[in-house]
């Protein structure tokens, strides 16, 4: 498995476990966010492609995760928690885009994508990649290609069998590469994406 | 076509990505977080409290309203919870089914203006779509309940005819004056088996109705939705830790069916049904009173065959008669 720096799970759980022990749940909280704040606002950052909502997408599921607090801080990875909630705010984020476009006659080929602040041209043709992707195969590729979890805990991570997540990654990986792929060569050739 | 380079470069372009959201630092910190949360030690104190409190009013309730039903006379109306309607801002507060915190007096409003948008939104889209057109409904319909105190916040269920997201049936929680979504579920399952959008295209312009019925101390919620001579109904529930729709086991509803035949309603805390006996093309059928019990061990409610009951035997809890087998 490729290892990631970005995946440090066991630190939240210490985090958790010596704020039963020795903190109150809000010092034990306050420990996970700092913790946890720059992982899940990298991966709300790759399913939006836009630092500012990103930053309030982790907000908003940091926040629910302070409302279930007295539940979740007993989980063996409140971040897994949290992390299907900002990943679930992600996707509801999408098809709230979705839907304004499909109601807004003035809809365009430009999606909310391209409000990046200060993103690269990869980056937002990442993330426009990812929100044309089901939500569980765009959640199956950030945990595995971009958080380097393996095949039998991402399908743990989804629910789904460990086949059905290989099939999901070599379609998404193919699907995603080829948006990438034609859209640096519609913009070496001078054409618009 | 797509070479390996280009596959590998999405993981490097994703880990990029993931190294640069993570660069920036929280905007707000943790306390602020907390105090806009306005959860206080307090408040957990207060939460052990309602919970006793409700643990009380559900065994009084289900002295009350079950003991009744079972000889075949329930009472004729909710002692529990206030149902509005749809559509009235001046209906739309209720007392939750179990606790006494206070619902915000502006929660109703702003529910009704978050179910308005999102009504609006979701009947574009199914016009835009050819759904209106396939499935003729018109008016569009969108239900809610209305907000209920749940574990110290207040929460509501809005059902909608469509969702292009394939999520019809929303969770949703008041927090800092804004209704959010809690959970999206994708239509119920029903005694076929579908799971087909939209589903739910034929809901009744019913209020979603509220009440424990699950025991748990914490609402819980009736959608009704319309067929040929009964209105069917489902409940969404968070017994068991999620949001979800409970499945059904007895008679009438085979193994994992989440709808609910023959008009179901919340009495009391209390789940019953009609059962009607009529073998198909009979002149007249008697219908009998079911009441669903939920059972935390399965996740399901279940109920007890009722007299004369003649159909598969799938209830585990038949406890009060003995069944027949089929013809």
Redesign the interface.
Known sequence: MRE???RRPSATRHAVEDGRRDLG??DA??AF??DA???L??????LT?N?EQ??DL???A???A??H??RIAGYEDPEGWTRRVLH?LCI?SW??A???R??DARATATSTVSATVA?SD??V???EAMRHLPGDQARA??LH???GMTVAETARELGVPEGTVKSWLSRT??T???H??RSVRAAQGGGER | M?TPI??E???T????????????R???D??E??S??G?T?LR?LDRKVLVAVAAVAAAVVTLIAVGPLRSGTPPAHSPVATQPTTTSPATSTTTAPTTTTTVPPAAAAALETYVADEA???S??AA??GVTARYQFAPFVSDHSAPVADDG?TVAVAAFSYD??G?PVQVLAY?AGHW???A?LAAPTDQYGANSDPSVAFLTQDPVSVADVTGDGRPDFLVTASAADNVPGFVVSQAGGAWRYIPFLGPGAPPHTEVLGRSPEFRGNSLVSVYDNCVPDCAAGQNTTIVWTYQPSTGEFTAPDPPGYIGSTTSTTSATSTTAPGP
Do not use: C, I
Request: aromatic residues 6%.
């Open positions: 990631s720096a970005e749940a809000e909280y306050d966010f700092q704040w720059p992982r606002q990298g991966q709300a950052y790759v492609g630092l990103a930053q982790t907000q908003e940091l926040l629910r302070w409302t607090w007295d679930n509801q098809r709230r979705q839907v304004r499909l109601d993103a990869d980056h043709l990442l993330a590729l950030l290609d971009g958080l990986r193919k995603v590469a080829a990438l792929t | 797509t280009d596959e470069r999405v993981g372009v994703m880990r990029e990505m993931l190294r640069a959201g993570a660069a920036h929280p905007p707000v943790p306390s977080l907390r806009r949360a959860r030690a957990r609006r939104t979701y574009a889209a835009a779509n916040g292009p997201g999520h927090r959010t979504q809690l999206g």
